[in-house]
């Protein structure tokens, strides 16, 4: 049995190349031996049943429509901006993405930048490292 045909529309992490390249038949854009992406789409539409994309590079209109046999499009982020879920929806092709992955790192990050801003963090780290302290205090910060 031939295995499914996965497009990957942007290189992404090793890891998931590898997983993908082990379980499907996997199909790199940017790295086909074909001169143009019409030439490529011309010899392997008709295999290509998944296109794995991101936030870089999904599935446009000419993409999907060129894709006769797609059935889903993956999107390896949190939106869906470079996927024409309109064409997606009109086919009847799934679209996926990752929503909420990254919400409570983000939310940490905030907290972390607020504390380091409203506590000079990076003003006193240069104050050290650069020895001013030889000179007098740094002076008092904002409390949180």
Not at 2 to 13: N, Q, R
Not at 20 to 41: G, H, M
Not at 94 to 119: F, K, Q, S
Request: charged share 25%.
């Amino acid at each position: 049995m031939e295995k499914v045909g996965v497009l990957m529309s942007y290189p992404m992490s090793t890891y998931l190349e590898q997983q993908l390249q082990t379980r499907f038949n996997l199909f790199k854009l940017w790295a086909n031996p074909y001169s143009s992406k019409s030439e490529f789409l011309e010899h392997h539409s008709h295999s290509i049943r998944a296109v794995v994309g991101c936030a870089a590079a999904g599935a446009d209109f000419d993409l999907i429509d060129a894709l006769p046999n797609l059935e889903i499009v993956a999107s390896y982020s949190v939106g869906v901006d470079k996927i024409d879920v309109g064409k997606c929806e009109e086919r009847g092709i799934r679209v996926t993405n990752t929503p909420d992955v990254l919400t409570d790192d983000v939310a940490d990050l905030a907290i972390g930048l607020t504390i380091a801003t409203l506590r000079r963090i990076c003003d006193c780290d240069r104050f050290v490292r650069s020895r001013d302290w030889k000179n007098g205090d740094f002076g008092l910060t904002s409390k949180v």
